[in-house]
């Protein structure tokens, strides 16, 4: 079994069946699945019934707030910037200024191609009209991800921004400043004190003070990641950005990464949330028991050390007989995020194809594209990142085909559409293309 070729928490990967890699590789689980379940869809469907009566209502059960106004005024965010350490505040805007680099140049492209003579087709984007963000509140504010989400739906131009956060613990309204000053620097007006799967709610369906948006961005706790999935499910609600689950970061490293550089990496990832995940790949063992002390060490001097630890217990340390069998594992767990640390970055890079987001060399902590790099740091976890990407700009617009036939074209390409209409025993498709192609018959007489 595995726990046999398990040495100091080593896992010795070519020692174990496929049954155990697989056992190795597998995520935390998401516990108490059916009851949550319930338990959104009855938090949804009484924001749906009874509007902004219900989320105040929420307020004070699960915030143990007596009155939520659930807006915040211009004059309170004044107050609240004017809190706002100058250093802060110049590395918001550092941020901020970098995000909106990267992203800008991710402007799609209109396309217009004449498939045929006399047959135009054309791609064209247009701006999502209402889009509403969530940002995390809980046990650490997240202006980062307003800067995330906000950056480039200011950039794709969105008529409307709707920005919604667990209100504070004091008073609803008395949210981060750093979380107020990301928002201005974005554009953003519309600010809501709620938070959780009646946040998500809200959004989807409106209620009389918070505006019903068309798409929904940004990470939270399962019961927030649960409403979105339902909200997605329904015509009536709205859609969302990803699937995701508990955050995760896997370092690859060998025998010459700096093993405090990679402890370093590992709790940063473990420090937010008891479900994360951290993995360390390496061809190295003594790497890895260097790495192991080193996390043992740093975690002493964590603030948030408890939450860190609780992670901790899904750590893996997994030791590859080489580089090549190690990018073999790294694919098939496919992480969030992927830091590489070895003698061989550029060789390795292009071999990586399931990573949500890449980070590579020693100098490249996760930290940079969580903040201030430029990257989106809103990701595919839990394995999506096979088949879903990492947000973009291109995910705050929706991309439709215009096509147009002239006389021309209808000459050249309508016998054959009606020839494949019948094929298909759609007689009343031949049709819309015959009479034309009478009509301008006609006109030749």
Known sequence: MMDAVIVNSIIDW??????????????????????????????????????????????????????????ISDNKKQQLLATLLPERKAAIELAYNNIRKFHAAQLPRDIEVETSQGVICQLKNRALNAVGLYIPGGSAPLPSTVLMLGVPAQLAGCKRVVLVTPPGKTQADAIAAEIIYAAELCGIKDIFTIGGAQAIAALAYGTATIPKVDKIFGPGNRYVTEAKRQVSLDSKGAAIDMPAGPSEVLVLADANANPAFVAADLLSQAEHGPDSQVLLVSNSQSLIAAVQAQVSRQLMALPRQAIAAQALKHSRYILTRDLAQAVSVINTYAPEHLIIQTDIDAELIEQFDSAASIFVGKWTPESAGDYASGTNHVLPTYGYSKTVSSLSLTDFYRRYTVQTLSETGMRNLGPSIVTLAKAEGLDAHANAVSIRLAALEKCKE
């Open 14 to 71: 070519s020692a174990l069946s496929d049954v155990e890699q697989q056992a190795a590789l597998a995520r935390p689980q998401l516990n108490d699945s059916a009851t949550l379940t319930a338990q959104v869809s009855a938090i949804i469907s009484t924001v749906q019934q009874q509007g902004d009566a219900a989320l105040c209502a929420y307020s004070q059960q699960f915030d143990g707030l007596t009155t939520n106004t659930l807006c």
